[in-house]
């Protein structure tokens, strides 16, 4: 009998899958924390979120007046200040009669200056011995390893004594210069027998510690806080705002560490600031990717704004909106949509309705499908956090400026991202991890940008990779440095790439020049005399590589006559067992990304197209269309992606261009049967030329379409 019953059980756990894992998310965060948590009736409120087709929310039930505190719970607990409405109580049954899944959305990382001072020994402690102050200009935070837990965890247990879906953390994090309290120096010295180090010197054993103690002490957090949730919802999702693609060490956010606590693993990839021409169009995306690769299989969800940040109260155009939602389910996401009440009433919500219901028409094209590129861009975390040119990421916008602006690796990733992408082939966003230990024969062509901290393994496993068939494309230092930030001397690529280096940079280069130093098909469209530099680069001289690209000797002024050539390489080409290691010396992404250098994008895209030919090309259509190729069923059903971005040559966009008559080439190996669109919804007819090449044409693309391939 209890062998059966033990059976029935292990039988019902692998059937049935948990309810986050069944279906696209269509989450809602109506942010009503900022005004009244019950400003409508629970079922009036159900109802209208329901209309705008969401199957799940974040649900606001305590009020954030500059930081979260003890006094505006609206749900039952016993530590509560105030006693306000069992709003809570009053809501679920209303929300789960129609189908909307609800996660408490918890802030712990935001508290009020008051709370704080009630409670001063919780807080996060800087490193001049003062405590954290001005979290977003008013309030204060405190620390994961203080007593604080303790009242974190009391209050989920009174959350999960309704009926939740789940429970989701507005952080917790670290700041730039915290948290120096008695208990993470206590428990720092228990772990490592050692004193707390500075969060200043950012790199060697000492740093790589601290940001390990860090995100350990944030995952226990998560474990200790799940543990408490599962065991009284079993069915309850729980995850967290997590890390962005940046430098996380000041936040403590690893992704990679993180997920093991996490049943999904979310980020703020649709959130935009300020002046959006300077923000990446497919900034969903790129995120989306980088997550998946970190997700270990789980979900993932970018979490979007309806707002035009840093102005909480305003709302983007509608054709932004949909984009957000677009470039996220094109890469495999969940969406999240936050909004305030104000917003929640226009007319562009029509938009994210439509979203919504074509997210759940065609949820079985959207659900567990996977990558189909052939080009790894790799997002290095390990260089984010020790590398003297990166930039310090704390809550999305919020940026501690990097030391030097020699090899920015926010604008050498975004630079070559952006080539990528205009290029039109697909490619994922890897990491370190996948570098060192997960599979990388599918890639032809993995994208090092300036990827300068690189462990002795990481480096051994890209030379197996490249004796085995595979090319490289790296820039700048990569592989200067090890896995702490500690510069080497010489880079660990340097037989692969062929290159010996003088050990100095030259630069800044601010009117200087390339010349091609010889023909070859990768120089395709660039038979310049010259062509504008990079403003830095890696001096030294090929030992083995042929360059294809040369730097000027620098002029004196910008019309200082003619430049004579130099011997420094900037493009250099080492053929290696089967496979092939392309070097550029120089800072090409951060050009890229600083003035959009038309050869220099040109070259980016002769390395794509030349060394990983994608299977499917879209023709007769701008750069600005982002192009996703992904499948199901082993490869069986491909969906391409096509997010159309352009628009009327600014941002926010406010008027998509619709594209007419776009064709997409299928190479004869796909064998290709049939196509059809599911956002336009029609069959397309497939044609052959004499080689088997298949060409079909999409009569109209406005913001979006997904072209479903069988082959
Ligand atoms: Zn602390």
Not at 29 to 39: A, E, F, H, N, Q
Not at 216 to 228: C, G, N, V
Request: charge should be neutral; aromatic fraction near 10%; glycine fraction near 8%.
């Amino acid at each position: 009998m209890r062998r059966l019953l033990l059976l029935a059980g292990l039988c019902g756990v692998a059937s049935a899958q948990p309810w986050w894992e069944r279906e696209p998310l269509r989450i809602l965060d109506l942010v009503t924390s900022l005004g009244r948590i019950d400003y409508l009736p629970a079922a009036t409120l159900a109802e209208r979120k329901a209309a705008q087709l969401y199957n799940a929310e974040h649900l606001d039930v305590m009020k954030l007046p500059a930081g979260l505190d003890d006094r505006g719970f609206y749900f039952r607990s016993r530590y509560a200040r105030v006693e306000n409405p069992d709003f809570l109580g009053a809501y679920l049954p209303e929300a789960h009669k129609r189908g909307i899944r609800v996660l408490i959305y918890f802030n712990v990382h935001w508290y009020t200056r008051q709370f704080g001072e009630e409670h001063p020994e919780w807080r996060q402690i800087r490193e001049n011995g003062r405590p954290l102050e001005d979290v977003y200009d008013t309030g204060t935070d405190f620390c994961v390893n203080t007593p604080w837990r303790e009242w974190v965890f009391g209050i989920l247990r009174d959350l999960a004594a309704y009926p939740i879906d789940g429970i989701f953390y507005d952080g917790p994090v670290f700041r730039p210069d915290t948290c120096y309290c008695r208990w993470c120096k206590e428990k720092f010295r228990n772990r490592y027998g050692a004193e707390l180090p500075s969060k200043r010197e950012r790199k060697g054993k000492a740093f790589a510690q601290m940001l390990e103690f860090q995100a350990a002490s944030l995952t226990e957090f998560l474990r200790d806080s799940r543990k408490i949730l599962k065991e009284l919802r079993p069915e309850a999702a729980f995850y967290m705002n997590g890390g962005l693609r940046g430098a996380n060490w000041a936040t403590g956010r690893l992704n990679r560490v993180l997920v093991s606590e996490q049943d999904l693993v979310g980020a703020e990839g649709g959130f935009i600031y300020g002046d959006l021409t300077r923000t990446p169009l497919w900034k969903p995306g790129l995120t989306a990717r980088l997550l998946e690769t970190q997700a270990s299989g789980k979900p993932t969800v970018i979490f979007a704004a309806a707002a035009h940040k840093p102005w909480t109260f305003s709302l983007l155009p509608a054709p932004e909106l949909k984009l957000l939602y677009a470039d996220s389910i094109a890469n495999g996401a969940s969406v999240w949509m936050g909004i305030t009440p104000f917003e929640f009433e226009q007319p562009e919500m029509a938009v994210l309705t439509e979203m919504n219901r074509f997210v759940a028409d065609n949820a079985r094209y959207l659900h567990r499908t996977r990558s189909e590129a052939r080009v790894a861009l790799v997002w290095s975390d390990v260089t984010a956090n020790f590398y003297a040119g990166s930039e310090a990421q704390l809550i999305d916008i919020d940026r501690v400026p990097s030391r030097t602006e020699v090899g920015n690796l926010e604008a050498e990733f975004s630079g070559l991202a952006d080539a990528l992408v205009r290029s039109q082939v697909p490619f994922d966003v890897i990491d370190d991890v996948t570098l060192e230990r997960e599979p990388l024969g599918r890639y032809r062509l993995i994208v090092l940008p300036n990827v300068a901290c690189m462990s002795e393994a990481v480096a051994r496993r890209l030379a197996e990779y490249v004796q085995g068939g595979g090319a490289l494309f790296a820039t700048f230092e990569t592989s200067l440095y090890d896995e702490t930030g500690v510069p080497r001397p010489e880079l660990a690529l340097a037989g692969l790439f062929g290159f010996r280096s003088a050990g100095k940079i030259a630069g800044p280069r601010r009117w200087d020049f390339m010349k091609p130093s010889s023909a070859d098909p990768l120089l395709e469209h660039l038979a310049r005399e010259l062509m504008p530099s990079t403003a830095y680069y890696v001096v030294g001289a090929p030992a083995g590589a042929r360059d294809l690209i040369r730097f000027t000797k620098p002029l004196a002024g910008r019309y200082d006559g003619i430049p004579d050539p130099s011997p420094d390489p900037a493009l250099l080409v080492n053929t290696v067992g089967k496979g092939k290691a392309i070097y550029f010396t120089g800072d090409l992404g951060a050009s890229i990304h600083n003035f959009r250098i038309a050869e220099q994008m040109q070259l980016v895209e002769n390395v794509a197209r030349r060394l990983a030919p994608p299977p499917v090309a879209l023709e007769n259509a701008p750069s600005s269309v982002e192009v996703v190729l992904r499948s199901q069923e082993d490869g069986r059903r491909w969906l391409l992606h096509l997010v159309n971005f352009t628009g009327e040559m600014t941002r926010p966009i406010r008027k998509i261009v619709p594209l007419r008559e776009a064709r997409v080439s299928v190479a004869p190996e796909v064998a290709l049967k049939r196509a059809r669109t599911l956002v336009g919804r029609r069959e397309l007819v497939v044609r052959r030329d004499a080689a088997g090449r298949a060409t079909i044409v999409i009569p109209q693309i406005d913001e979006y379409e997904v072209v479903l391939l069988e082959r």
